[in-house]
């Protein structure tokens, strides 16, 4: 009985005790509220302690899943991820993976895909799939993944926990309106806007912010948007794009372009039309690509934020939450290393889901830009130039001797050559078409043994050259590929490309959609030589694009030969393939002897009404069979400018002006600009990309023929 009395008089003093810590306060629930609940405060979602602190040394596989490989700011992304994962001492692994530019949306879900069942703990999402990728997230996070967006979210924000926001979307909208305001002045004028793709987010909330600022604010009641065009994040359809515009809109005073790669490429194109005086350009991009445009006027002002900064707090938030550190939930703080600390938020310009704030935005002009770009590592922020009268002995070499393009770049050469007042020599040396492989391999391997100190590759050989580009760089020689690439890279320092080789494949689907109609049809490719890197990878990215996308579902690729580049062998090639395919419309040729060759076989047999031939050919070949029917479309880029860009490319690696580096940027007399970056359509490799693709018709081949 007493043991029974002494349990009651606890039990009362215990309830005593705890109705003085809670005082007044109402109880949300019977339970008692633990001691350490302050006692006049109801309780919050994370209280007002410090911001939560991640533990280092945990393993937590992670990937950065950029919209697609091959662009800067993504790079840089990484850089900022990779900083955090050696800070954080992270046992597991970091994989930066991401799609090609072509494949953006069907890859990133199939990376999201595979994610799981490769061990991954967490993902990283740039998202350029749009609501597309829901399905995939949501898996991923059904199978226990941490899953985190960043730079681009999902619109619907299912799939994702946390959004990592640069800056604040609706403000991007008015920051362009002041920009376009600034450089056109209070009379406003009209603009157009050149964004990326169709399924970014990122870039869909930032141009519809931009149209509600126009819309409400009478401060902004001068501009007037014109249009909205998409350049896919490529450099090729940018620049493209961007002179459409001019073309469409004659009274356009500005393209803004809130895309890094897309301001640059309507930059250079404003630049190399000699239209900066009349069509400025503004949006978004990084300093380091932009401060000659914005010194020589073409992009007076543009704004951006730190792409290191952003992989580096989306890796801190996802460790966070891999780790169990954070939950994910309104309110929570967590620390971020060197950046300090952050709270989760509900996302404003979302119906749905929760944002981490980086910010702010940093507005760029002449008066910043140069100390902006100036530090960075990988981009300087001057540009290199030539220094004339050197002394450099070169050899410019083709695939073989006797082709018309060759000799359009041993003449942009020897132009470049004059011009730069070289006092050693220039020799346009080349093997025979039968010897080509074998030929070429020969003369790299003598031309150290003869004095020469660089040597310029149009590479037909495939990697079978490597051993001698090879030997040739450890001899001290500098060697550049043009035209056509080592494969792997290996023995070349800096691959002068033409065009971007993926969106080749497009370009050629293209115009063979064009040319056979909506229906399309049954086509077949003539090609050069099995060993042409070049074409390789042209009809490569040329079956992707026919495998990942509806839009050419109705064409179909029906057989691919090979005419060794020599008129007689195409010609035959040609007819070969209209014995053995009687219902083929079409003959795609990447190779200038294969198309004239082909359209002139099926001039020849009668058979232009019933066989069309396209591909990439010169306009002085063409014209003819354009302007018959027989090749209604084709397209190229200029072989002159091909050999002046190389030559000035390698004068500048042998004379070490520059040291072939990504971010060098360096001028090229009158080609004006270009930088070296990573070559995104081999696994290793550095390029130049020089660009861009010109289509021709029955409208434009004979004035770019003459």
């Not at 005086?277 to 380091?288: E, F, H, M, N, R």
Request: charged residues 20%; proline residues 6%.
């Amino acid at each position: 009985m007493k043991t029974q009395t002494w349990r009651i008089i606890a039990l009362l003093v215990i309830l005593s005790m705890l109705a003085a810590a809670c005082g007044q306060a109402p109880q949300p629930t019977p339970k008692p509220a633990p001691p350490t609940v302050a006692p006049t405060e109801a309780p919050k979602a994370k209280p007002a302690a410090g911001p939560v602190e991640a533990t280092p040394g945990q393993e937590v596989n992670m990937v950065l899943l950029p919209k697609f490989l091959g662009i800067l700011v993504f790079d840089q992304a990484n850089q900022g991820a990779q900083e955090a994962h050696t800070e954080l001492q992270n046992k597991g692994d970091l994989q930066f993976l991401g799609p090609t530019p072509e494949n953006s949306v069907a890859g990133q879900i199939e990376i999201v895909t595979t994610a799981a069942t490769q061990g991954m703990d967490a993902i990283m999402i740039s998202n350029n799939a749009g609501d597309q990728i829901t399905p995939a997230a949501t898996e991923a996070l059904d199978a226990g993944m941490t899953v985190v967006t960043w730079d681009s979210p999902i619109p619907s924000a299912e799939g994702e926990q946390v959004f990592v926001a640069q800056v604040d979307f609706d403000e991007t909208g008015r920051v362009m309106a002041d920009m376009a305001m600034d450089i056109l002045g209070e009379d406003g004028g009209k603009f157009a806007v050149l964004s990326a793709s169709p399924d970014a987010a990122n870039q869909n909330a930032w141009i519809a912010a931009l149209q509600k600022v126009l819309e409400t604010d009478a401060t902004y009641a001068s501009l007037e948007l014109l249009d909205i065009v998409y350049g896919n994040d490529q450099s090729e359809d940018s620049y493209n794009q961007a002179l459409a515009l001019v073309d469409k809109y004659p009274d356009m005073e500005l393209i803004m372009a809130p895309t890094t790669v897309g301001i640059a490429a309507a930059a250079k194109a404003m630049q190399d039309e000699g239209l900066c005086d009349t069509v400025k350009v503004s949006g978004l991009g990084l300093p380091a690509e932009m401060v000659s445009y914005t010194l020589n006027g073409c992009a007076p002002q543009f704004a951006l934020w730190s792409f290191v900064d952003l992989g580096y707090l989306t890796y801190y938030t996802t460790y966070l939450l891999a780790t169990g550190a954070i939950e994910g939930k309104v309110g929570e703080r967590l620390e971020a290393g060197r950046m300090g600390t952050y709270t989760i938020e509900k996302d404003p310009t979302r119906d749905a889901g929760l944002r981490v704030l980086m910010g702010p935005f940093k507005v760029y002009d002449k008066d910043n830009v140069e100390a902006e770009a100036g530090p960075q590592e990988q981009a300087k922020g001057t540009v290199v130039k030539a220094t004339p009268g050197q002394e450099v002995n070169m050899v410019l070499l083709p695939k073989f001797l006797g082709i018309l393009v060759f000799d359009q770049a041993n003449q942009g050469a020897q132009e470049a050559h004059t011009e730069l007042q070289n006092k050693g020599d220039l020799q346009f040396l080349g093997p025979t078409p039968e010897n080509s492989v074998a030929g070429q391999i020969e003369i790299v391997t003598t031309a150290a043994t003869q004095g020469m100190d660089a040597i310029m590759i149009s590479n037909n050989a495939g990697d079978q050259i490597t051993p001698a580009a090879t030997e040739a760089l450890d001899a001290g020689m500098t060697v550049v590929t043009w035209d056509s690439p080592i494969p792997s890279a290996e023995g070349e320092q800096v691959f002068v490309a033409q065009v971007d080789f993926d969106e080749t494949g497009r370009v050629m689907a293209d115009m063979a959609m064009d040319i056979l109609g909506e229906d399309g049809g049954k086509f077949a490719v003539l090609s050069a030589s099995p060993d042409a890197a070049n074409q390789n990878a042209w009809i490569a990215a040329l079956q992707k694009v026919l495998e990942t996308d509806a839009t050419y579902a109705s064409l179909e690729l029906l057989d691919i030969v090979y005419g060794n580049d020599q008129s007689e062998d195409s010609y035959n090639q040609a007819l070969a393939l209209v014995d053995k395919y009687p219902d083929m419309e079409l003959i795609m040729a990447p190779t200038t002897v294969g198309i004239a060759a082909a359209a002139k076989a099926m001039q020849d047999e009668g058979l232009c009404d019933t066989v069309k031939v396209s591909g990439l050919g010169l306009p002085a070949e063409m014209v003819s069979y354009t302007l018959n029917g027989c090749a209604p479309q084709f397209a190229l880029w200029s072989f002159t400018d091909l050999g002046y860009l190389t030559y000035y490319t390698t004068y500048l690696l042998a004379t070490g002006a520059i040291e072939g580096k990504v971010g060098e940027r360096f001028e090229t007399g009158r080609m004006g600009t270009y930088t070296i970056e990573k070559d995104p359509t081999r696994d290793a490799g550095l390029r130049v990309l020089m660009g861009p693709f010109s289509v021709y018709t029955k409208d434009n081949v004979e004035a770019a023929a003459r």
